[in-house]
């Protein structure tokens, strides 16, 4: 099973773009709990702590396919990197002058939002100059995905292991130092420094005129509500069933759900129609959240979260696949931001709808809803299998130029699926 993955670590700069990429979004994987931290730190209320979170939470959707079209146009290197500097000096600013004055904060907060770099799209970008093979490029994407979960469970535990050696002021300092690092050691690679998008044509919407990739978005906003709503109906069950380890625990094993089924889907080579192959997996993620419902004891419940999370890699893998192949010519780092902004947006907004389900219905509402927002992504996939089964946006392979072969460029592979 690890031959795949340790194939592609072991080729030229995959290994150093992979953990590059992983450190440099440190500070977005953990802003939401180290501004919390901070601001209860500062004698400030949840109320604003919750706001200021919020804050970054939509300056970071707006500026992720904005920054990713300039990544496009302009190459990785001169957007990247004036991009986290920039965020890390707005988070330094907050983390020094603290929640007064109150305007001043929330500019702050918005600035770092709006100026982190779109790496996550950017290594994707990477991933076919870099391996060149389409199957390891997709087996990439589902080690992406893996890495991701990693990141995610592991960042919370480096806030806090730093609020509690120094402070929360020194954790967003740290966090940001470190993701600059992480970002700079991308940027300054030779993979990141000749990357050029394909050449584009000029349309003020850019990624968003492709019909297929129209059809993921509104498929993920729906995942992306299906994960708010757990992690909002996980805490009345918690607070029912143990308190805070319990809910610690439910948000680990969602993870750990995520990181197995990731593990075994970039494993296997898969064959067939990327478009249905999707729709097979939303349908399985959809039918893994009902169970929830049942909200047995602990132990159970966190088994039943393990399987609630085991198809979400892999789905997410899939749609990169697809991602790639429907982004149109020249837009590659757009569209795999404006997934990230869509799945972002859906998680903000299932969070939001939850809460009023689990005070008018308790925990037991709360749980209805992933599988009702998975049940309806799938149709939203069924209702557009023609679309995202069609060719997408002008696919070619140009892996280097005429005029200088180490110069990589956006390759972009056929329809045919052997990953």
């Not at 079209?69 to 001169?78: F, M």
């Not at 004036?82 to 600013?93: G, H, I, K, R, T």
């Not at 907050?94 to 004055?101: S, W």
């Not at 709503?229 to 805070?244: M, R």
Request: proline share 6%; glycine share 12%; charged share 10%.
């Amino acid at each position: 099973m690890a031959a795949g993955y340790l194939e592609i670590l072991r080729a030229r700069h995959a290994a150093r773009l992979l953990v590059g990429t992983l450190i440099g979004r440190l500070p977005n994987a953990t802003a939401a709990i180290a501004i919390v931290l901070f601001v209860r730190a500062e004698g400030g209320s949840y109320s604003l702590a919750g706001a200021l979170a919020a804050v970054y939470g939509v300056a970071n959707a707006v500026g992720q396919p904005v920054l990713g079209r300039l990544v496009d146009l302009h190459g990785q290197p001169r957007v990247q990197l004036p991009a986290v500097v920039l965020s890390a000096l707005a988070m330094a600013a907050f983390a020094f002058t603290g929640v007064e004055p109150l305007p001043f904060a929330y500019a702050a907060v918005a600035g770092a939002g709006l100026f982190t770099p779109p790496l996550e799209g950017g290594l994707r970008a990477l991933w076919p100059s870099v391996l060149r093979k389409e199957d390891q490029v997709h087996t990439a994407y589902a080690m992406d995905a893996i890495a991701q979960e990693v990141m995610f469970a592991v960042g919370p535990l480096l806030v806090t292991l730093c609020v509690s050696l120094w402070s929360a002021q020194a954790a967003l300092l740290v966090l940001n130092v470190i993701g600059v690092l992480g970002a700079l050691s991308v940027v300054v690679s030779p993979p990141s420094r000749a990357w050029r998008s394909a050449p584009r044509e000029a349309h003020w919407l850019g990624a968003l005129r492709s019909p297929g990739l129209l059809a993921l978005l509104g498929a993920f906003l729906f995942v992306g509500i299906a994960l708010g709503s757990i992690t909002v109906a996980s805490v009345p069950y918690a607070d029912d069933h143990g308190g805070d380890v319990v809910y610690g625990w439910l948000m680990a094993a969602l993870g750990l759900g995520a990181l197995v089924g990731g593990t075994f889907y970039g494993a296997r080579r898969w064959t067939g129609e990327p478009a249905r192959r999707l729709q097979v997996l939303v349908a399985f993620l959809a039918v893994c959240y009902l169970p929830l419902m049942l909200m047995p004891g602990a132990v159970a419940m966190t088994l039943l979260t393990v399987l609630a999370g085991v198809f979400l890699a892999p789905a997410i893998a899939c749609a990169f696949v697809l991602v790639d192949r429907h982004a149109p010519r020249g837009t590659v780092t757009e569209a795999f931001s404006w997934l990230v902004t869509t799945f972002t947006v859906g998680h903000s907004v299932g969070t939001g709808l939850a809460g009023p389900v689990v005070d008018a219905g308790g925990a037991l509402w709360g749980f209805a809803v992933p599988g009702a927002a998975g049940g309806v992504s799938l149709l939203v996939l069924l209702a557009t299998g023609r679309v995202l089964a069609a060719s997408g946006g002008g696919a070619v392979v140009a892996s280097s130029s005429e005029n200088d072969p180490n110069r990589a460029v956006e390759p972009r592979f056929s329809s045919g699926d052997r990953a």
